[in-house]
């Protein structure tokens, strides 16, 4: 069974087994605006929760994007690359920024989520 946590920095991960999808918020895009530039990381690279490891550019600003939880990344949405767009198209679906394996699952009951992360961003706009 599936299921999607969030973080306080507005990244999202859905998890299934031991594997996560994850991106930005349809709200963190809102707030960004147009995403002009992805910086993705590499597949092998392993991170501990909350490390620094990907990069998105708006015409607003830009922005570092953290680990939700450590693992290994093995796989990132090159689609993104060539058409960042897709991020403000479809930031929970075809948006996705990368594919974590999870090496603590104990970290994702310190995640948020739908409802506390519904309340943390309402009024936030």
């Not at 550019?57 to 939700?68: H, N």
């Amino acid at each position: 069974m599936s299921k999607i946590y969030y973080t306080e920095d507005h990244e999202w991960i859905l998890v299934e087994g031991d594997t996560g999808i994850c991106g930005i918020s349809e709200f963190a895009q809102e707030q960004l605006g147009d995403i002009v530039y992805v910086e993705l990381p590499e597949p092998g690279t392993t991170v501990a929760q909350n490390d620094e490891l990907a990069v998105v550019e708006s015409v607003k600003a830009a922005s570092e994007i953290y680990a939700p939880v450590s693992g290994e990344i093995i796989a990132s949405n090159e689609d993104l690359v060539e058409d960042p767009a897709k991020v403000n198209a479809d930031a929970m679906g075809d948006g996705w920024f990368f594919k974590i394996r999870i090496s603590n699952a104990k970290e994702l009951e310190g995640l948020l989520d739908k409802a506390a992360y519904d309340a943390l961003t309402a009024g936030q706009s």
